[in-house]
């Protein structure tokens, strides 16, 4: 039976276990699915010289503990119709974090959020269609959530995702 690796368990950040040490094993099978992650149970215990059954509950414990947050494809925004992106700093009411984390979810083309340090409190990446498009969801979206008490919009003129893997000194 496969495992279903395309949805990682949704709980509350805050209730997440504490983290547990990884083996030299656990490191190569995040390599090897960072790399590849469509790569079969079969191949991953191949390449890490461990039985299937091994691989298998290994990759499902680093799922349940929350190590491997889910599993996606790499998108090319403007190729798949959303030209235009920006970085939107936001200043926030304080203490409003929860609320406004749900909020910046719920729109259309959120790619990122995090809450930070430093000149503002939260980083939110967007991809939309077009600047028509990004200049409503700032305006008419943004500006309309009511702890929201400044933005700061950044166009993305070209970038260039790394897809950097975890090194073993790293872990």
């Known amino acids: 039976m496969a495992p279903s690796w395309d949805q990682?368990?949704?709980g509350d950040e805050d209730q997440v276990p504490a983290p547990r040490p990884l083996d030299a094993i656990d490191r190569d099978?995040?390599?090897?699915?960072?790399?590849?992650?469509?790569?079969?149970?079969?191949?991953v215990a191949e390449r890490v010289h461990?039985?299937?059954?091994?691989?298998y509950a290994r990759i499902n414990r680093l799922i349940?503990?929350?190590?491997?947050?889910?599993?996606?494809?790499?998108v090319n925004h403007e190729r798949a119709g959303q030209g235009a992106s920006a970085y939107i700093t936001l200043k926030i009411v304080q203490n409003s974090w929860?609320?406004?984390?749900?909020?910046?979810?719920?729109?259309?083309?959120?790619a990122h959020i995090a809450l930070v340090s430093g000149d503002f409190d939260v980083l939110l990446?967007?991809?939309?269609?077009?600047?028509?498009?990004?200049?409503?969801?700032?305006?008419?979206?943004?500006?309309?959530?009511?702890?929201?008490?400044?933005?700061?919009?950044?166009?993305?003129?070209?970038e260039t995702d790394l897809h950097r893997r975890i090194a073993a000194e790293e872990m």
């Open 125 to 158: 990446l967007v991809h939309t269609p077009d600047n028509r498009t990004l200049r409503e969801l700032v305006l008419t979206r943004l500006q309309a959530i009511p702890e929201v008490l400044s933005t700061r919009t950044l166009l993305v003129f070209e």
């Open 64 to 74: 349940d503990d929350g190590v491997i947050r889910g599993f996606g494809a790499r």
């Open 8 to 10: 990682a368990p949704q």
């Open 29 to 43: 099978i995040l390599r090897i699915l960072q790399t590849d992650g469509r790569a079969s149970v079969r191949s």
């Open 98 to 110: 929860r609320t406004v984390r749900e909020k910046l979810q719920a729109l259309p083309g959120a």
């Open 50 to 55: 461990v039985s299937r059954a091994n691989a």
